[in-house]
């Protein structure tokens, strides 16, 4: 068991996080421009990568009725070529400096538990690391029992298995010719390579390992849609009332309150809040809740839960960007493209969602703007859904 949680932590948590440092600071010196939130950013950008390296990898081999195995040995290479990579820049940002500034932002923060207001920041993050642990250890311990299961489970066992792709009925076992509707959204196929790698049966790989990766990602996605929350609130010198808890987080030499401080208060606040409500949202199958606790192995759930949020976070970054600079940035282009390609890989709708909310964005920040560029940068971001909704639509 210890052996396939070492698998399973390979290729849910490293091989994210060397991909998504690679994409994040490939080209810059000594990793410069980290903040707080950067770990955060990367682990969620390593996903998206992921996620849209198989969609590409994969859906050429669905149609063309290739085997797993081809899939799983491309993807496996290339997957592993950014993780190495990703893994050799960051010791070459360490010893160029970089090491020096996260210990250094490590022992401030261990200085700040020493008053009133970090040990009180502790404690509430101590009650939401509870919650998060009661969470996983809850997806782990039961059995959620789910109608869709019986199609999605089958493909993915029988990927691992028999080594064919959507080559078989779901409910009787007996050849089939290919469900485009499926087939263009292989997240099933992804499961499988999961369950290979980890050497467990599909189902267990679904039910009872993603969920201990799935769930704390989605988490982090939050924390860090919390600090611009948290950040919007208590930007421009607004305080707390006296008597608060946050009173006496620190002034400005200019009399204003430190926003960054502020944040540091509020944000495991927020975060129980979002705890709570995902712990007790299971009130019918539809909320994303239900998905991210009991159906945590759909593609449905890794939509709502992971590409959404992220495709959020990067749409106000690129908000930010076009208000100072008239343009988004070309990598966050890039991200926005990989981030709708991710979402195509969970579901075949996702190519419509996904585009619709980039260009609405879009629109509106040309509205508040009079930039025109980003609807061209907007257009450009949602062409792999294009691309994927116009082969659906054709082949239906």
Known sequence: MIMKLCMLGIWMVFVPVGAGYFALYVGRKNGD????????????????????????????????????????????AVCLTFAIAGSLLFLLHARLGLWNGVVTSGREAFRGLKSREGLLRLSLWSVFLAGLLFQMLQAYRLAYADGDDAYYIPISTAANLGGGMYAIDSYTGAPTTLDLRH????????VSFIAAKCGVNAAVAAHSLMPLVLIPVT??????????????????????????????????????????????????????????????????????STFLLTRTRQGKAALGNVILPFLFLLLYK??????????????????????????????????????????MTAMLLFLLYRKPYILWQGLLGCLPGIVFSLLYLRAG
Not at 232 to 254: C, I, N, Q, Y
């Open 219 to 288: 988490y982090v996605l939050y924390l860090e849609i919390g600090r611009k929350l948290c950040g919007s609130v208590l930007s421009e010198g607004r305080s707390p009332g006296k008597g608060s808890a946050l009173e006496g987080a620190g002034e400005a030499p200019d009399g204003k309150r430190k926003s960054r401080v502020d944040v540091k208060a509020l944000l495991p606040l927020f975060m129980i809040f979002v705890s709570l409500l995902q712990i007790f949202g299971n009130y019918s199958i539809y909320p994303a």
């Open 318 to 359: 690129v908000a930010e960007e076009v208000k100072k600079q008239g343009r988004a940035g070309n990598r966050n282009v890039l991200w926005l493209m990989a981030a709708v390609t991710a979402g195509c890989l969970c579901s075949t709708m996702a190519g419509f969602l996904c585009g619709m909310l980039l260009m």
């Open 33 to 76: 421009g980290m903040d707080v939130s950067a770990p955060g950013t990367i682990f969620g950008l390593g996903y998206i990568l992921m996620w849209a390296v198989f969609q590409l990898i994969a859906v050429p081999f669905v149609l063309k009725a290739g085997r797993f195995r081809q899939v799983e040995l491309v993807f496996e």
């Open 183 to 190: 087939g263009l959204a292989p997240f099933p196929i992804w």
